[in-house]
């Protein structure tokens, strides 16, 4: 339907998400967004309405994409957890064993998992850089290797909310000798047909939602408590509109430039709630799934400046985010998308939208959404 009104389905029980989705559109607090649960591997509720620009011209679809930013990063962490799980990364080992230039300035022992949880004190670069150094992978990642941390590794968490991408990234490459974006699309998007890209070929631009800035002193480069805090938010600076442009789209930024929708990431996270299994296809196995969930650090964030509890590669519960069962992790992206996998009741929750505020980690949206699943679950 060309209206902009909400499409999709819910599983009988389910019915209520589907009320609070029209709510937050017909109330305003979404222009376009999608919504997608699992439970047990099937999907349950696949939810899409409104529109994908901010004059309201173009129906947001079944098939549109939009930049979650650090949602992102749960794609990345899967990536690694995948390699981990075959024997080919071992998240205790010195990243320097893999990338043996990056032991320079002090950082012989930072290990792979603190960059996993945002513990190795690289939350940003220490020399100034361009956003079109962002689509040099080389030289971004460079700079990484050859500076001291901000603080001692292992020691408080302080979000990595740009390098997290390369570091990761860079690891993988080394290991496997391919990018993140391509190793993400050859074994795991690609087998799954989930429409969730590292790297956006230039043929998908016009399936693309403009993403909607926050208001005016909302903003991520308003809010910087500390200099690392600032650091991170104007060097090299968050500018929306860049989304926007093919240099953006197309280069692998695998901590904040993936593109997708709600039915893509719930989708591929089914590989880590359902023990490795999605789609029929074995990924992982259940343990190599469970290692997500192992505790490495919590504090307040030195970024963030609020409270936060990492495992490798996802936020856990207790820090940001009350989850109503253990076993579960979440993440989310600037502007409010946002993805919890609960694997004691095997299920994966995911949002993405176009209208963003001024949030890192997910809102209001996305957690009434969330609320609205967890009492559908309990009945």
Same mark, same amino acid.
């Given at each position: 339907?060309?209206?902009?009104?909400?499409?999709?389905?819910?599983?009988?029980?389910?019915?209520?998400?589907?009320?609070?989705?029209?709510?937050?559109?017909?109330?305003?607090?979404?222009?376009?967004?999608?919504?997608?649960?699992?439970?047990?591997?099937?999907?349950?509720?696949?939810?899409?309405?409104?529109?994908?620009?901010?004059?309201?011209?173009?129906?947001?679809?079944?098939?549109?994409?939009?930049?979650?930013?650090?949602?992102? !990063?749960?794609?990345?962490?899967?990536?690694?957890?995948?390699?981990?799980?075959?024997?080919?990364?071992?998240?205790?080992?010195?990243?320097? #064993?893999?990338?043996?230039?990056?032991?320079?300035?002090?950082?012989?022992?930072?290990?792979?998992?603190?960059?996993?949880?945002?513990?190795?004190?690289?939350?940003?670069?220490?020399?100034?850089?361009?956003?079109?150094?962002?689509?040099?992978?080389?030289?971004?990642?460079?700079?990484?290797?050859?500076?001291?941390?901000?603080?001692?590794?292992?020691?408080?968490?302080?979000?990595?909310?740009?390098?997290?991408?390369?570091?990761?990234?860079?690891?993988?490459?080394?290991?496997?000798?391919?990018?993140?974006?391509?190793?993400?699309?050859?074994?795991?998007?690609?087998?799954?047909?989930?429409?969730?890209?590292?790297?956006?070929?230039?043929?998908?631009?016009?399936?693309?939602?403009?993403?909607?800035?926050?208001?005016?002193?909302?903003?991520?480069?308003?809010?910087?408590?500390?200099?690392?805090?600032?650091?991170?938010?104007?060097?090299?600076?968050?500018?929306?509109?860049?989304?926007?442009?093919?240099?953006? #789209?197309?280069?692998?930024?695998?901590?904040?430039?993936?593109?997708?929708?709600?039915?893509?990431?719930?989708?591929?996270?089914?590989?880590?709630?359902?023990?490795?299994?999605?789609?029929? !296809?074995?990924?992982?196995?259940?343990?190599?799934?469970?290692?997500?969930?192992?505790?490495?650090?919590?504090? #307040?964030? !030195?970024?963030?400046?609020?409270?936060?509890?990492?495992?490798?590669?996802?936020?856990?519960?207790?820090?940001?985010?009350?989850?109503?069962?253990?076993?579960?992790?979440?993440?989310?992206?600037?502007?409010?998308?946002?993805?919890?996998?609960?694997?004691?009741? #095997?299920?994966?929750?995911?949002?993405?939208?176009?209208?963003?505020?001024?949030?890192?980690?997910?809102?209001?949206?996305?957690?009434?959404?969330?609320?609205?699943?967890?009492?559908?679950?309990?009945?």
């Amino acid at each position: 339907m060309a209206d902009g009104s909400v499409q999709g389905f819910t599983h009988d029980g389910f019915e209520a998400v589907r009320a609070v989705f029209e709510n937050n559109l017909a109330s305003g607090a979404d222009v376009g967004a999608s919504y997608c649960a699992t439970v047990e591997g099937e999907t349950v509720v696949d939810l899409w309405g409104g529109y994908a620009d901010e004059a309201r011209t173009r129906p947001l679809v079944k098939d549109t994409i939009v930049n979650v930013y650090s949602t992102t !990063k749960t794609m990345t962490a899967l990536t690694a957890l995948l390699l981990a799980d075959r024997g080919e990364l071992d998240f205790d080992a010195p990243v320097a #064993r893999y990338w043996p230039e990056f032991a320079a300035n002090g950082k012989e022992h930072i290990k792979v998992s603190h960059l996993m949880s945002h513990s190795a004190g690289l939350s940003g670069w220490k020399e100034k850089i361009t956003k079109e150094d962002l689509y040099d992978w080389g030289k971004a990642t460079s700079l990484l290797a050859a500076q001291a941390p901000f603080w001692e590794p292992g020691t408080a968490p302080g979000y990595h909310a740009l390098t997290q991408g390369y570091l990761v990234g860079e690891v993988v490459r080394r290991i496997t000798g391919r990018s993140l974006g391509t190793v993400f699309r050859e074994e795991i998007a690609g087998p799954l047909g989930a429409d969730f890209h590292i790297g956006l070929p230039a043929s998908e631009d016009s399936r693309v939602a403009d993403l909607i800035p926050p208001p005016r002193g909302d903003a991520a480069a308003d809010n910087t408590a500390n200099d690392l805090a600032a650091n991170m938010a104007t060097n090299p600076g968050i500018d929306v509109s860049e989304t926007r442009k093919r240099a953006w #789209r197309g280069a692998e930024i695998p901590a904040a430039g993936g593109t997708g929708n709600a039915r893509s990431v719930a989708e591929i996270h089914v590989i880590l709630a359902n023990g490795g299994v999605a789609k029929a !296809k074995r990924f992982m196995s259940e343990a190599g799934c469970r290692k997500a969930l192992e505790f490495q650090i919590e504090g #307040r964030d !030195k970024i963030l400046n609020v409270p936060a509890r990492f495992g490798l590669g996802f936020g856990l519960p207790g820090g940001l985010l009350p989850l109503p069962n253990p076993n579960s992790m979440f993440w989310g992206g600037y502007g409010g998308s946002l993805v919890i996998i609960d694997m004691d009741a #095997r299920t994966t929750f995911a949002f993405a939208m176009n209208r963003m505020l001024g949030t890192t980690t997910g809102d209001t949206r996305a957690f009434g959404l969330a609320m609205a699943m967890w009492q559908a679950l309990r009945k």
